[in-house]
């Protein structure tokens, strides 16, 4: 069964930068990172295909963040640049189906397996 290990998080200063790491017990599909914050409900942010041939993002992190990934070592990373207090949040990595969509891939009741969540925190 495949299982989902992000890591990464932390604090860091507003304009700062993290990158976050989701790695795969064995070869993925779709791989997306959500991302909540108590109270609210879950935000998809970024998304990247099987063979890494398209990446989506959300409009409150495109220019900011990139998602790509190893498929090698089972791995996708997020690179988190000029972040902001407002980017606090747990970050999850989610496994889905084989084909995502601009107009799906954001949908958390596509994904049927999900990392522990892994906390960042943007504040001074």
């Known amino acids: 069964q495949l299982q989902l290990v992000e890591s990464g998080g932390g604090l860091v200063q507003p304009g700062g930068s993290l990158r976050l790491s989701c790695l795969a017990s064995e070869y993925m599909n779709a791989i997306t990172w959500f991302r909540q914050v108590p109270g609210k409900e879950r935000e998809g942010i970024s998304s990247?295909?099987?063979?890494?041939?398209?990446?989506y993002y959300a409009d409150s992190v495109r220019g900011r963040f990139t998602i790509s990934r190893d498929s090698a070592k089972n791995t996708v990373y997020l690179q988190m640049n000029s972040l902001k207090p407002e980017d606090t949040a747990v970050y999850y990595c989610?496994?889905?189906?084989?084909?995502?969509?601009?107009?799906?891939?954001?949908?958390?009741?596509?994904?049927?397996?999900w990392g522990q969540g892994t906390q960042v925190t943007v504040s001074s």
């Open positions: 990247i295909n099987r063979r890494a041939t398209m990446g």
């Open positions: 989610a496994a889905g189906p084989v084909f995502v969509s601009d107009g799906t891939w954001f949908m958390d009741a596509l994904y049927n397996t």
